[in-house]
Structure formats: structure tokens, C-alpha cells
């Protein structure tokens, strides 16, 4: 392979300065043709992991982070007004971009695989939120043949369902949708906007304030317009409210048997009202996962057994916690005895303080005790996956061997036929 001198490289800075919203503060860097950009893609894929290589390449900067990938237009922000303009109104800053996608000349579109509709501010209220409407945001989505992940922040979703103009499949590789922040006055200008994407394998919610829907505008929804979700998540610190009531009107229009992991960020706020609701609309879930908070909370229904027994096929609970401590792993003590579940995985990120180093042994005896206690009722588990991330190097020490496995598969008191993992990283983020 000839060799050539990335130092050479030049390239242009392209800043779209449209009103009212394209993203004027964020540079565009693209690479002269001399290099196709896939070729320059697949470079920096190959050398992103040493900091070093890059710095003697001259190519550290933001534009050329996986994550920003400006330059070769897979990811586009665009923001709405901050300013209340009516419940019409609708950023231009969509109808540029529409334009800008329309002409001729544009190959921009096929490169986009990630569009972000945001506020200008962050957390605005729902006043200061912009409008979106359903009508002018597909005319845009139906220029992006190639997207893969739609995601709307702080922003107001507009038009009834009545008022949507029926399309067969927008977006056909589209496969995520996140909604952070969103506010609708109704839950239809969501399911309107859902039912669009028949793709989709999984919807991210946190924090849609909506209202239920009512069980007479359901039948504008038929049986073959069913989404096959795969997996839905809800990351708002509590689940209970307007999350029940999303979902009241977002689960009917669900595959039910397609639907297999569902992830909440707090499992101990999990309920059995919770459990009932979810239970009634997807009976099929194989796989729970969520977030254990390292933080000190006393629910009020903590000390009550969990009923997933209706779940019949539910196969595996998947746990992330930063504590050793009994209380976070309290999800696994309310768990029913027996409980039918087969496979469980816990991952620990332990980062204690550096001046208090936790000696590792000393860390990983409190990770069995504490697993240990919390499992013993589980008596159909065939498998327990343990990945601990240390915050910290252990330089020298050793991994644990499978004479140490068998050991604490003893020592935790697990079923003959359980099968234990054992999985350790180190994050050397800090090391020098």
C-alpha cells in the first residue's frame, strides 16, 4: 500500500447558517476528495483506541470523534425556537434542511443515519419547547432513505391523528427511536408519529409528558399496522404516572409477541401495579434489565414480593449497580421463592476513592456475600453471569481461574446444574 502524508491533508470547514435552528456553532469538517470518506471512516475506526498515533497524524480534534462524525453528515442536530410562536408553528430550521436535502445536487441525504430534534435550551419548559408537527417532519424523513436512529430532546409534538397523511413505511431501516423530554397534549401525536416507523426494534422513553388515550380512538389503529418492537425502555426515575399512562396507549399498538426486553432505570421502584400493567399488555418478555441507584431510597412497597409468575416466559434479569451493598440488590431479595428465572446477570462498575483503595480480594468477597444472599432463592437459575469494570488498575494480580470459580460456585450455594461467569475489566482511563 503506497504511503501518503496525512499532515497534507487539508480540508474545509462548512458551516450551515440557516435561520432559526441548523446548527450554526458546530463546524462541518470534511476531507478534500483526494481520499474517499469511507476510506477516511474506516482510518480512523482502525486508530481511534491509541491517542498517540493520532496526535503524530495531526488528526485529534472533535470533528474526527467517532461520536461527531460531522464530516461525513451521519449525524445531524437540528434545533427548534425557543420562543412560543403559536401551536402551528413549526421550526424553519426543518423546512431548510428539507430544502437543502431537495436539491439536485445533495448526496447528503443517503450519508445521514441519525437525526437529533432538539431546543435550543435544554430542559426548557413546555412553553419554551419547539413545535414540531408530525406532517412537516415526515416530508423531511422521507428524504432519509439511510436513517437508522431518530431522536427527539425538549421539544412539543404536534398534529392529531386525523390531521396525519397516511404513509406506508418512512424510514425503512430506521430501527431506534429515543424520546427525552417530549410533550404532547395528547398521546396520539406520538402514536401517529410511531406508527410511521414499521421497522422499529426499539423505543427509549424518559420523561414523555402525555396524557392516556382513550380506548374509542384505538380502533384508528388495525391489526396490521402492529409495530414488532423488540425491546422498550423507560428511563425515568420512577416508573409510575404519565409513564403508565404512555403506555396505556402506546402498548395496544404493539406486537405483543415480539416484544422481549423491556429495561427500567430504577429496578427498586418497580412495583407489582407496575408489573400488572406491563404483564397485561406483554406477557411475552424473556429479558428485564435495568439500573440499581446507588443512593439510599425507602420505597413504600420495598418489602413486598414481586408477582411475575404470569410471566412465563421470562428468562433472564440483567442488573447494573456501582454498590456492594444489600440494599441496591434488594430487586433480587423481592423476587418471588421460587422464582422460575434461569438466567441472571449482575454488572459491577466499582470505582472506590482513590486515597481508600478496596484491596481486590476484600471487594470480591463482598460481591459474593452479597450475591449469594440475594440468590439462594432462585432455584431454577442454570446460569449467573458476574462482569465487574474496576475502576482502577490491578497491575500484576491475576484473573480468576476456573479452580476459584468453582469454588464460589460453592461457596454461593447455587443449584448443581447453575453454570457461574466470571468476567473482570479494568478502566485504565486514569492510568499514565
Not at 458546530?26 to 474506516?42: A, F, G, K
Amino acid at each position: 500500500m503506497s504511503s501518503f502524508n496525512f499532515n497534507e491533508m487539508s480540508s474545509a470547514i462548512v458551516e450551515l447558517n440557516a435561520p432559526f435552528g441548523v446548527d450554526s456553532h458546530t463546524s462541518i469538517v470534511t476531507p478534500l476528495p483526494r481520499l474517499p470518506p469511507e476510506l477516511m471512516d474506516y482510518i480512523i475506526d482502525h486508530l481511534h483506541k491509541s491517542s498517540k498515533e493520532l496526535k503524530v497524524l495531526g488528526l485529534v480534534c472533535r470533528a474526527w470523534l467517532i461520536s461527531t462524525r460531522y464530516h461525513l453528515f451521519r449525524t445531524i442536530r437540528v434545533l427548534g425556537s425557543c420562543k412560543h410562536r403559536g401551536q402551528h408553528n413549526t421550526p424553519r430550521s426543518l423546512n431548510t434542511l428539507s430544502k437543502l436535502l431537495r436539491t439536485p445536487s445533495s448526496t447528503i441525504r443517503n450519508c445521514i443515519r441519525a437525526l437529533t430534534v432538539t431546543s435550543k435550551r435544554i430542559g426548557s419548559t413546555v412553553a419554551e419547547q419547539s413545535r414540531v408537527r408530525i406532517s412537516s417532519l415526515l416530508t423531511l424523513l422521507e428524504l432519509l432513505p439511510n436513517l437508522e436512529t431518530l431522536k427527539f430532546r425538549d421539544v412539543y409534538i404536534m398534529d392529531h391523528i386525523a390531521m396525519t397523511p397516511p404513509h406506508s413505511n418512512v424510514c425503512p431501516r430506521l430501527h431506534r427511536i429515543e424520546l427525552h423530554l417530549v410533550g404532547a397534549s395528547t398521546c396520539l401525536p406520538l402514536l401517529a408519529l410511531i406508527r410511521c416507523f414499521r421497522s422499529v426494534k426499539s423505543i427509549h422513553i424518559h420523561q414523555v409528558q402525555v396524557q392516556a388515550v382513550s380506548s374509542s380512538l384505538l380502533p384508528f389503529f388495525s391489526e396490521d399496522e402492529r409495530i414488532p418492537v423488540q425491546e422498550i425502555s423507560f428511563m425515568d426515575s420512577r416508573f409510575g404516572g404519565h409513564v403508565h399512562q404512555l403506555i396505556e396507549g402506546l402498548f395496544p399498538l404493539l406486537d405483543r409477541s415480539a416484544v422481549e426486553i423491556v429495561e427500567i432505570r430504577d429496578l427498586n421502584s418497580l412495583g407489582n401495579n407496575d408489573i400488572r400493567l406491563i404483564n397485561g399488555f406483554l406477557p411475552g418478555i424473556k429479558t428485564i434489565k435495568g439500573m440499581v441507584p446507588d443512593r439510599d431510597e425507602i420505597y413504600d412497597d420495598t418489602g413486598v414480593r414481586l408477582e411475575i409468575s404470569p410471566w412465563t416466559n421470562l428468562q433472564s434479569i440483567i442488573i447494573a449497580t456501582r454498590s456492594l451493598y444489600r440494599e441496591e440488590l434488594r430487586f433480587l431479595k423481592r423476587l418471588p421463592s421460587p422464582c422460575p428465572l434461569s438466567q441472571l446477570a449482575i454488572h459491577f462498575h466499582l470505582c472506590p476513592n482513590k486515597k481508600d483503595y478496596l484491596h481486590r480480594t476484600l471487594a470480591a468477597k463482598l460481591i459474593w456475600a452479597e450475591v449469594g444472599q440475594q440468590v439462594y432463592h432462585l432455584p431454577s437459575l442454570t446460569s449467573v453471569h458476574i462482569a465487574i469494570l474496576w475502576g482502577f488498575p490491578w497491575k500484576g494480580e491475576c484473573e480468576i481461574t476456573s479452580e476459584e470459580v468453582n469454588a464460589l460456585q460453592e461457596y454461593l450455594q447455587l443449584p448443581a446444574r447453575c453454570r457461574l461467569t466470571i468476567q473482570e475489566s479494568y478502566d485504565d482511563a486514569d492510568e499514565t
